[in-house]
């Protein structure tokens, strides 16, 4: 059993930080690309930023230079650090990565469950 859980979300005023932290637990064998996905009321589903498990992190470009996706990969754990926030951030923020097991050579694509962000003043 491995699984995806999320922390950090919350209300921030406009021009404020979070810092979300998602976090792998279980069997863990093995981490493959992760990344962070959000989905603001009414829209569809968008990704933020990914980082693979070899190269460099790719961001949305609503996000680029005030986002930035980190991995820590002897905690399995990758981090959002979100800064100089703006009320069209406002979403639930999802966690997506590929896992693998200790026993296994697959690797599943999980989900958190979320953790919403709202920017508001």
């Known amino acids: 059993q491995v699984q995806l859980v999320e922390s950090g979300g919350g209300l921030v005023q406009p021009g404020g930080s979070l810092r979300l932290s998602c976090v792998a637990s279980?069997?863990?064998?093995?981490?493959?690309?992760m990344g962070w996905y959000r989905q603001a009321p009414g829209k569809q589903r968008e990704l933020v930023a990914v980082?693979?498990?070899?190269?460099?992190?790719n961001y949305a470009d609503s996000v680029k230079g005030r986002f930035t996706i980190s991995r820590e990969n002897a905690k399995n754990t990758v981090y959002l650090q979100m800064d100089s926030l703006k009320p069209e951030d406002t979403a639930v923020y999802y966690c997506?990565?590929?896992?693998?097991?200790?026993?296994?050579?697959?690797?599943?694509?999980?989900w958190g469950q979320g953790t919403l962000v709202t920017v508001s003043s």
């Open positions: 997506n990565g590929r896992i693998r097991t200790m026993t296994s050579s697959r690797y599943l694509e999980l």
């Open positions: 279980g069997s863990i064998g093995g981490i493959g690309v």
């Open positions: 980082f693979p498990s070899v190269g460099r992190a």
